[in-house]
């Protein structure tokens, strides 16, 4: 198939001109729904599909922004010119404000740091939050489309509430926001992936695989049958290794646990797939992005026992059955992901900011964004706002950050909680000692990157019967549709004829050079950062139109929005078998990294080595418990 030029990709189509003729309709679908653009009197927005998001006139209300968000430009430049680039930022402006606590980052962790503040040291406390970027939540973000008419939510970042782990604290935090999980659990339809009601699907696209083929009910980890393995088109030699696999007997099964165990861990998975699957090279690629979203890793990161324990097919070959069923996981969602959770103790923290919000209607609720750094205000926040070094002092913390204009402002406090990322810290501490340092730069974050393609209705893909599609072939490993969760007010009907997101989610394949854990993640950051927003646009457009066109997807006129949320520091990072030692208890990386400097406590989810939102609440219950009475 000849490749489509970028004009009929609808490339050259101005998105935010088409925007704009459907104006009236979609200022009035936002003012109505959130309240926010009415509220502050501001033009209409103007969504772009440019670099940044260049619509200023939307800066106010942020979620709405399309064109390149989530790690935005103009986010991080002084960060990376601090840590990167060793640039010296100093100030001797005077200290012009001082707080109880300075939080640095406005994650969930941060947040979470604020409201526990406020519940060991009172009410009245005087707190400031600082975020680098131009909205509040961190990984949990939202996006907000009114292109169709309505207003259409998703996620941007950090999904959902997994919550087999709660501690007590967590849960009390839950209930102290109102969150009933297992009610929210009950009000949605929608189900990832090889959950997915008519999934799972996989998509062998034209570059990678010569030919364009969708193949249903497809889930590599299910036992696949001669026929389902007929239908990948890679070599005959690779299809023949698949159906040997897959109907394998237990060739391993007189392995001692010992053995099994040595070997599992030791292994990644395609490797074990080569050498006790036997699988040929094109049948392992198969597998390779497969775990982009999960853990946002290549699959030759992860080890063969992570996989099987993952459900990866293998584990027959030790003579145990196969088994799908994960329908009882216990998972909770809003509409626009944990951003929900975000705007609810926002809203706790600041009742001027949102003084409707309640758990019931906060997925529609108005925030205004003009009240966050109110000065009268116990707790402010701060956004375009990055730290650049924190100071103990003999009166508590001296802060130095970069204002949104660039200015280098000093501030002070009594305590302060680092609720940024942990690789940042020893540049922002530098007289910490050299052992926290390291300890602090072990986490290595994990790129991500989900992209919200908001398209006119979904009939192609309910014509084609799928909602949920591997893709191992292309930047984006997986694309879901999510619709399906009616919480916080939000309700809207799976009318297939009804504008709806199609998310592209997954992580970045580093280069095949990159060998250990650390260059493979950081490779993988620089890829994201390098690629523009029309690299993802013209990724999008291709894709919808390979796999969508045939069903009557046009994607120069379906495509009403695209938000590119891109996480270079995504996931905190998890120790794996086969990159990370057995630590003695009490000597992990995180452990060391996260003890009080001083008048300075150390939260977000690094600090629990676990990138889950109940890990970065309970790790700003931890930091604030640290905390001395006085500095
Ligand atoms: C794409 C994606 C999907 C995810 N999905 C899930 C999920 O479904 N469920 C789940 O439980 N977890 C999920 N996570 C994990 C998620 O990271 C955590 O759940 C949680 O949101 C982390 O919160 P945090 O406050 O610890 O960190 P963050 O959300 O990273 O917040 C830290 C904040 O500090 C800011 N900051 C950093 N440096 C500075 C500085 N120098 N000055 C000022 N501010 C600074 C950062 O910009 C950021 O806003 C997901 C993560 C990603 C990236």
Same mark, same amino acid.
């Given at each position: 198939m000849k490749k489509k030029s970028d004009?009929k990709l609808g490339m050259?189509?101005?998105?935010?001109? %088409?925007?704009?003729?459907? #104006? =009236?309709?979609?200022? /009035?679908? !936002?003012?109505?729904?959130? &309240? *926010?653009?009415?509220?502050?009197?501001?033009?209409?927005?103007?969504?772009?599909?440019?670099?940044?998001?260049?619509?200023?006139?939307?800066?106010?209300?942020?979620?709405?922004?399309?064109?390149? %968000?989530?790690?935005?430009? #103009? =986010?991080?430049?002084? /960060?990376? !010119?601090?840590?990167?680039? &060793? *640039?010296?930022?100093?100030?001797?402006?005077?200290?012009?404000?001082?707080?109880?606590?300075?939080?640095?980052?406005?994650?969930?962790?941060?947040?979470?740091?604020?409201?526990?503040?406020?519940? %060991?040291?009172?009410?009245?406390?005087?707190?400031?939050?600082?975020?680098?970027?131009?909205?509040? &939540?961190?990984?949990?973000?939202?996006?907000?489309?009114?292109?169709?008419?309505?207003?259409?939510?998703?996620?941007?970042?950090?999904?959902?509430?997994?919550?087999?782990?709660?501690?007590?604290?967590?849960?009390?935090?839950?209930?102290?926001?109102?969150?009933?999980?297992?009610?929210?659990?009950?009000?949605?339809?929608?189900?990832?992936g090889r959950?997915a009601?008519n999934s799972p699907a996989m998509w062998f696209d034209q570059d990678t695989y010569g030919t364009s083929r969708l193949v249903t009910n497809f889930n590599l980890?299910?036992?696949l049958?001669?026929?389902d393995i007929d239908s990948v088109p890679i070599s005959e030699?690779g299809r023949?290794?698949l159906?040997?696999?897959?109907?394998?007997?237990?060739?391993?099964?007189?392995?001692?646990?010992?053995?099994?165990?040595?070997?599992?861990?030791?292994?990644?998975?395609p490797?074990?797939?080569?050498?006790?699957?036997?699988?040929t090279e094109d049948a392992v690629q198969l597998f390779d992005k497969e775990e982009h979203g999960?853990?946002?890793?290549e699959m030759?990161?992860?080890?063969?026992?992570?996989?099987?324990?993952?459900?990866?097919?293998?584990?027959?070959?030790?003579?145990?059955?196969?088994?799908?069923?994960?329908?009882?996981?216990?998972?909770?969602?809003?509409?626009?992901?944990?951003?929900?959770?975000?705007?609810?103790?926002?809203?706790?923290?600041?009742?001027?900011?949102?003084?409707?919000?309640?758990?019931?209607?906060?997925?529609?609720?108005?925030?205004?964004?003009?009240?966050?750094?109110?000065?009268?205000?116990?707790?402010?926040?701060?956004?375009?706002?990055?730290?650049?070094?924190?100071?103990?002092?003999?009166?508590?913390?001296?802060?130095?950050?970069?204002?949104?204009?660039?200015?280098?402002?000093?501030?002070?406090?009594?305590?302060?909680?680092?609720?940024?990322?942990?690789?940042?810290?020893?540049?922002?501490?530098?007289?910490?000692?050299?052992?926290?340092?390291?300890?602090?730069?072990?986490?290595?974050?994990?790129?991500?990157i989900l992209t919200?393609v908001?398209i006119?209705?979904s009939?192609a893909l309910?014509k084609l019967g799928v909602d949920a599609i591997s893709c191992p072939g292309r930047l984006h490993a997986r694309l879901f549709l999510?619709?399906?969760?009616?919480?916080?007010?939000?309700?809207?009907?799976?009318?297939?004829?009804?504008?709806?997101?199609l998310v592209f989610w997954g992580s970045i394949s580093p280069p095949k050079?990159?060998?250990?854990?650390?260059?493979?993640?950081?490779?993988s950051?620089?890829q994201l950062?390098?690629l523009?927003?029309s690299d993802f646009e013209r990724e999008v457009r291709t894709v919808l139109d390979e796999l969508l066109g045939p069903a009557g997807f046009d994607v120069a006129?379906d495509i009403?929005?695209i938000?590119v949320?891109?996480?270079?520091?995504?996931?905190?990072?998890?120790?794996?078998?086969?990159?990370?030692?057995?630590?003695?208890?009490?000597?992990?990386?995180?452990?060391?990294?996260?003890?009080?400097?001083?008048?300075?406590?150390?939260?977000?989810?690094?600090?629990?080595?676990?990138?889950?939102?109940?890990?970065?609440?309970?790790?700003?219950?931890?930091?604030?418990?640290?905390?001395?009475?006085?500095?």
């Amino acid at each position: 198939m000849k490749k489509k030029s970028d004009k009929k990709l609808g490339m050259e189509r101005p998105i935010s001109r %088409r925007d704009f003729v459907q #104006g =009236a309709a979609v200022v /009035a679908g !936002a003012a109505f729904q959130s &309240g *926010a653009l009415a509220a502050q009197g501001r033009a209409m927005p103007h969504m772009t599909s440019n670099e940044g998001g260049a619509d200023t006139s939307a800066i106010a209300y942020p979620p709405i922004k399309t064109g390149m %968000r989530g790690s935005h430009s #103009g =986010a991080y430049e002084i /960060a990376h !010119a601090l840590a990167r680039d &060793g *640039a010296v930022l100093t100030t001797d402006e005077p200290i012009t404000e001082h707080y109880d606590l300075i939080v640095v980052g406005a994650g969930i962790s941060g947040l979470a740091a604020a409201h526990y503040y406020q519940q %060991r040291f009172g009410p009245t406390v005087r707190i400031l939050l600082l975020e680098n970027h131009d909205d509040f &939540g961190g990984h949990a973000k939202r996006n907000e489309f009114h292109q169709s008419g309505d207003m259409v939510l998703s996620l941007g970042g950090t999904h959902n509430l997994e919550w087999w782990r709660f501690s007590e604290v967590v849960k009390t935090f839950m209930a102290d926001h109102d969150v009933d999980y297992e009610a929210m659990r009950d009000n949605m339809t929608f189900a990832y992936g090889r959950d997915a009601p008519n999934s799972p699907a996989m998509w062998f696209d034209q570059d990678t695989y010569g030919t364009s083929r969708l193949v249903t009910n497809f889930n590599l980890s299910a036992q696949l049958s001669d026929e389902d393995i007929d239908s990948v088109p890679i070599s005959e030699a690779g299809r023949l290794s698949l159906k040997q696999f897959y109907r394998s007997g237990p060739t391993l099964e007189g392995w001692s646990e010992d053995k099994a165990g040595r070997i599992l861990a030791n292994t990644s998975y395609p490797d074990f797939l080569r050498k006790y699957g036997g699988l040929t090279e094109d049948a392992v690629q198969l597998f390779d992005k497969e775990e982009h979203g999960s853990w946002g890793l290549e699959m030759r990161a992860i080890s063969a026992g992570e996989a099987l324990w993952e459900g990866y097919p293998g584990a027959h070959l030790f003579g145990e059955e196969w088994s799908q069923d994960s329908a009882g996981y216990p998972v909770a969602m809003w509409p626009d992901g944990n951003a929900s959770l975000v705007r609810l103790i926002v809203a706790k923290l600041m009742p001027h900011v949102a003084p409707e919000a309640t758990a019931d209607n906060v997925a529609l609720a108005r925030f205004d964004y003009s009240q966050l750094d109110e000065e009268a205000a116990s707790v402010r926040l701060r956004l375009n706002s990055t730290v650049i070094g924190l100071e103990n002092t003999d009166k508590g913390v001296a802060v130095t950050y970069a204002s949104s204009t660039g200015k280098l402002r000093r501030i002070s406090s009594q305590h302060a909680v680092l609720a940024c990322y942990h690789s940042i810290i020893p540049y922002l501490c530098p007289t910490m000692g050299t052992a926290q340092k390291e300890a602090l730069k072990y986490q290595v974050k994990v790129p991500m990157i989900l992209t919200n393609v908001l398209i006119r209705n979904s009939e192609a893909l309910n014509k084609l019967g799928v909602d949920a599609i591997s893709c191992p072939g292309r930047l984006h490993a997986r694309l879901f549709l999510f619709k399906g969760i009616s919480t916080g007010g939000y309700e809207r009907s799976e009318n297939p004829s009804e504008a709806v997101s199609l998310v592209f989610w997954g992580s970045i394949s580093p280069p095949k050079d990159a060998i250990d854990i650390r260059s493979q993640l950081r490779a993988s950051r620089q890829q994201l950062l390098d690629l523009t927003f029309s690299d993802f646009e013209r990724e999008v457009r291709t894709v919808l139109d390979e796999l969508l066109g045939p069903a009557g997807f046009d994607v120069a006129e379906d495509i009403l929005a695209i938000t590119v949320n891109r996480w270079p520091h995504g996931y905190a990072y998890e120790y794996m078998q086969l990159w990370d030692p057995e630590w003695e208890p009490g000597k992990a990386p995180h452990q060391i990294a996260r003890q009080p400097f001083g008048s300075i406590a150390i939260a977000n989810a690094d600090a629990g080595a676990s990138a889950y939102t109940h890990v970065a609440i309970d790790q700003a219950h931890r930091a604030i418990r640290e905390l001395s009475d006085s500095p």
